[in-house]
């Protein structure tokens, strides 16, 4: 049975481990032939930052994890417009090719999941 | 589909309520619960947040939250239904997904 | 190369530094599991140290199925095949000859 | 109805897994059926052996353990995100599900396939915490 699920990033990177452990949860579910779409918002945004380098801060460095999310399928990677641009963030900052999608539009995409987890 | 959007932290700690708000769909029900419960008091923080989403979305609050809070006797805002943990599991199955806001 | 000339390695038997590796170094530690290295395992081999190196992810055994999967198809993308090359669990050891930290359990 | 519950709050942290435990006990008594919880991130400490060390401290392990034998349902731990917690993990305690110790009864350690099956089997899929 295949079912739409999406996971909702909303934290920024190097709070621990959690983006580590969503990313495997999400490459997991895509590896069971379900249909994973993932959605950037709020901080979550800031995963995706380009040049990220956490050696300094002894930290592991995960951001090159999401380019490995189309090995397992997940190509469709969701930003919100309003959550880069309150950042001062463009499209440009950005570490990944995403489709960009206004406020407005991210009610059209919850309401067509099945199953909806967020971290 | 409508979608349950479930909200636990307080409106003086997190916007998650207020980001929460500015994406649910009309008919969309948004459940307050833990510290998110504090945002369902009159002249709370978020109260103006709520009052104008009322008209498209259903927005309740979980009646053990609030008097573990110590407001079993206080009136929420108007408009806020009140309910139980078997509210809240007859959300759920009323919505096809549930989204926590956490 | 002589087993004395083994880079440091983990209790478990993984490289301490994954740039200590070579394809000599990978021969040897293949020994010590006792596999012969045919085609077929440098395949595997080579592909989970640059997927290690472009992506810096150590998969679990169901995501490191799919993804050979993705790279070599489906008659090589499943575990009935993986198990006959690597009898002592494929991911574990495709990591260990590769160089690689030791990956995460699962399933 | 078939709920999977998803738990990523430890007990220390939030209330997040009493809010769960609460809706699971809830939907049990209301007739649905629940496929599974699958404690993840830091909600693993919820099935910690012991994790209350005095008999009256609050322990919602205990909670949990009652509800499982109760009800017989599959309370998971995430075995990965408790083995980078410290849970000592057997190299076959993927295939078994047990641990050599500190696991509270009812709980049992699996992959995220388990959770993944989980989703798949459910009606509704609700997480808490994180």
Redesign the interface.
């Known amino acids: 049975m295949n079912k739409n699920v999406l996971f909702i990033m909303r934290r920024a990177p190097h709070a621990g481990n959690h983006a580590h452990e969503t990313l495997d949860a999400v490459m997991t579910v895509a590896a069971f032939d379900q249909s994973v779409r993932v959605l950037f918002v709020d901080d979550g945004v800031f995963q995706l930052k380009k040049d990220q380098d956490p050696a300094a801060i002894g930290l592991k460095h995960v951001a090159p994890w999401f380019q490995a999310l189309r090995i397992y399928g997940v190509h469709e990677l969701f930003v919100e417009a309003e959550s880069l641009s309150e950042r001062s963030l463009g499209e440009d900052d950005l570490s990944l090719p995403v489709q960009l999608l206004q406020r407005d539009q991210i009610a059209g995409l919850l309401g067509s999941q099945d199953v909806i987890l967020t971290s | 589909?409508?979608?349950l959007h479930?909200v636990?932290r307080s409106p003086c700690e997190s916007?998650s309520l207020e980001?929460c708000l500015?994406?649910?769909?009309a008919g969309?029900t948004v459940l307050l619960?833990?510290?998110a419960v504090y945002a369902a008091m009159r002249d709370s923080i978020a109260a103006r947040q709520i009052e104008t989403a009322l008209g498209r979305i259903a927005v309740c609050v979980l009646e053990?939250?609030l008097a573990a809070r110590g407001f079993a006797a206080a009136a929420p805002l108007e408009g806020i239904a009140r309910i139980d943990?078997?509210g809240?599991?007859e959300l759920?199955?009323a919505h096809?997904?549930?989204?926590?806001?956490? | 190369m002589r087993e004395g000339m083994l880079p440091s390695t983990t209790d478990a038997g993984f490289l301490v530094d994954v740039e200590d590796w070579s394809e000599e170094i990978a021969e040897i530690l293949a020994a010590r599991l006792a596999l012969q290295l045919t085609e077929a395992h440098w395949d595997i081999i080579r592909f989970m140290r640059a997927y290690y190196l472009q992506f810096n992810h150590l998969p679990n055994a169901r995501l490191f199925t799919k993804a050979v999967e993705n790279e070599f198809g489906k008659e090589k993308g499943n575990s009935r095949y993986l198990y006959r090359l690597f009898p002592d669990g494929p991911l574990k050891c495709a990591c260990l000859i590769a160089g690689l930290p030791k990956p995460p359990s699962c399933i | 109805m078939k709920f999977a519950i998803q738990v990523n709050s430890s007990p220390y942290q939030s209330q997040a897994s009493a809010t769960a435990y609460q809706f699971v006990e809830t939907a049990l008594r209301k007739g649905h059926q629940v496929v599974r919880v699958f404690f993840y991130h830091e909600g693993i400490y919820n099935g910690l052996h012991d994790a209350a060390s005095a008999d009256d401290d609050w322990s919602i392990a205990r909670c949990w353990s009652a509800l499982a034998k109760d009800h017989d349902i599959d309370l998971v731990l995430c075995i990965s995100a408790a083995q980078q917690r410290g849970l000592p993990v057997a190299e076959t305690a993927g295939h078994t599900g047990k641990a050599e110790s500190n696991v509270a009864e009812g709980f049992h350690l699996a992959g995220l396939g388990q959770w993944v099956d989980a989703i798949i089997t459910a009606d509704r899929v609700v997480s808490f915490g994180g």
């Open positions: 589909m409508s979608v479930i636990n916007r980001l500015a994406r649910a769909a969309d619960i833990e510290n053990p939250d943990y078997a809240f599991v759920s199955v096809r997904a549930a989204l926590s806001w956490c």
